[in-house]
């Protein structure tokens, strides 16, 4: 897929290095590159880890989007968030959302 927008700086890892140059086309784009197809479900989660991003200036960590998600979406929000990003929370749903790399969560 060629992209459409001008693709921001990513560091080393894949990871936005300024979240405020994010997009819902620079997450599909990210997705397909994951080979991930964004469900409802999958934007429920990026999109609300957006807005904790906008006002906690931070990544929300899995257990903050699972309790988001068993709100909106299932009783099963722990393992369907895990489905959704087969390749781990960090590695593709942080990516996707445009968050920096998380520093304090290890070597990812």
Not at 91 to 104: D, E, L, S
Request: net charge negative; aromatic share 14%; with cysteine.
């Amino acid at each position: 897929m060629n992209a459409v927008f001008d693709l921001p700086k990513l560091d080393e890892a894949g990871y936005l290095l300024e979240p405020e140059e994010w997009s819902e086309a620079l997450a599909e784009y990210l997705a397909q590159l994951e080979n991930i197809t964004l469900t409802e479900a999958h934007w429920e989660a990026i999109r609300f880890m957006r807005a904790y991003y906008a006002e906690h200036h931070a990544a929300p960590d899995a257990r903050t989007v699972i309790k988001h998600l068993f709100r909106r979406l299932s009783d099963d929000a722990r393992n369907e968030l895990f489905n959704m990003f087969i390749f781990g929370y960090v590695t593709q749903a942080c990516r996707i959302a445009g968050m920096r790399r998380p520093q304090v969560w290890g070597g990812y």
